[in-house]
């Protein structure tokens, strides 16, 4: 069974021919990223209309590489959200408008969980494509992380998942652009984070990771009542030991640590497997200013302007690995509460080289990452969902009828 892919829910136009849910025939991607780079982040009315000026010769050019003809094609899988609505539309409409023409089924695909289904493509001819050998097995533990999204949730089988956390506030990616812009650093802010982490001293900040702990929720103690856990705030600085937030002393050795502390309050709602980056986020700024003796906010240009080399390759590194620890604790958390057969990170964080090494060195073999041409937006896991949508005979969309959905959820 093939199916053509379409993905357009943000800045990327893409289209994807898989064949049996692991076979990868094609992978199309027309960026509009270096128009939105001037601007350091995604202009809504420009990606739309880059999507309407290079959606058709993309899917002419996925079938092409696939050596695949529209007579080939079983279904289509198209993208309706989350995302952009102006983009979105683009991609549904022009998908609809082809599974009407050419009298083929319209599959409708959430995004996030699509970049689950990245890591089952397993088979390609395709050159410079690095796949697994064999798919996830269920159930398995998936670690959402991109520009928009940051979750876990848990996958007992196809369309059979629970969301066990997400962030509360900013989504990782969105916290690495932030961060870029603080340091001046080109967008996007996730590969220019990375690049200067790795010349800088993890080190030489200590900025703080919120979360909560809890006992195992299958091995709960009985005695606190059905769907009653133990929870226990924590604020962590550096590697060094955790310190519950109210019994932390005041004192600390370290100027930028004590100067970004964030206030406790920030994790009354914070759940177990949830995440939150806002506090993150502020601490790097504070520090910053600290370090140029400076309290520039706005304009956002002055204070990377006044940031050494040195201190943003620092800032950068620090950051990267407070972000990266945050989502490896809930990870591994969550791994050893539910003992899943696979973990999954998915997304375009999982690109990220140091979260790959974090995940691999906490939670051993049975971790997943797709290609890291498959981590950010593509058609392929698109193609790839729409496949298993078709095998399990769950019902198409109706092309005539169709709609986005830019605050879809899982």
């Known amino acids: 069974m093939k199916i053509l892919g379409i993905e357009s829910s943000c800045d990327e136009t893409a289209a994807s021919v898989v064949e049996d849910g692991h076979k990868l025939l094609s992978n199309v991607i027309a960026s509009s990223v270096d128009m939105h780079a001037v601007y350091g982040g995604v202009v809504p009315e420009i990606a739309s209309r880059s999507h309407l000026e290079v959606i058709l010769p993309t899917i002419e050019e996925a079938l092409e590489t696939a050596q695949t003809s529209w007579s080939s094609i079983d279904a289509i899988a198209v993208t309706v959200g989350p995302g952009l609505s102006g983009s979105l539309l683009i991609g549904c409409q022009t998908a609809a408008s082809l599974a009407v023409v050419k009298n083929i089924p319209l599959y409708a695909i959430n995004h996030v969980e699509a970049h689950v289904y990245a890591n089952f493509l397993t088979r390609t001819d395709l050159a410079g494509y690095s796949l697994p050998s064999s798919p996830p097995r269920f159930p398995l533990l998936a670690l959402i992380v991109s520009g928009g999204h940051t979750q876990l949730v848990l996958f007992t089988d196809h369309f059979n998942y629970k969301l066990l956390g997400q962030t509360t506030d900013d989504a990782v990616g969105e916290a690495f652009d932030k961060v870029a812009k603080m340091l001046g650093l080109p967008y996007p802010g996730g590969p220019s984070i990375a690049k200067a982490a790795e010349n800088g001293n993890s080190d ?183 496949y298993y949508k078709a095998s399990k005979k769950l019902p198409a969309a109706d092309p005539y009828s169709i709609d986005i959905d830019s605050n879809l959820s899982m």
């Open 204 to 386: 030489a900040i200590k900025l703080p990771i919120a979360r909560k702990e809890r006992s195992n929720p299958l091995q709960a103690d009985a005695r606190q009542g059905a769907g009653e856990q133990r929870t226990e705030a924590y604020l962590r600085y550096g590697e060094g030991a955790a310190e519950p937030a109210t019994q932390r002393s005041a004192a600390t050795t370290d100027k930028a640590a004590s100067y970004a502390r964030p206030q406790d309050s920030r994790l009354q709602g914070l759940g177990p497997y949830d995440f939150s980056f806002s506090g993150l986020k502020t601490a790097v700024l504070r520090a910053a200013q600290q370090m140029v003796g400076k309290d520039y906010t706005l304009p956002s240009s002055a204070l990377p302007k006044l940031l050494t080399k040195k201190q943003k390759v620092d800032i950068a590194a620090s950051f990267q690995r407070a972000a990266i620890d945050t989502l490896i604790i809930a990870l591994e958390a969550a791994a050893k509460s539910y003992s899943p057969k696979s973990i999954v990170i998915a997304g375009g964080v999982a690109a990220n080289i140091a979260l790959r090494d974090a995940a691999h060195k906490k939670l051993g073999k049975n971790v997943y990452y797709p290609d890291i041409k498959l981590c950010t937006d593509n058609a392929a896991m698109i193609a790839c969902l729409g």
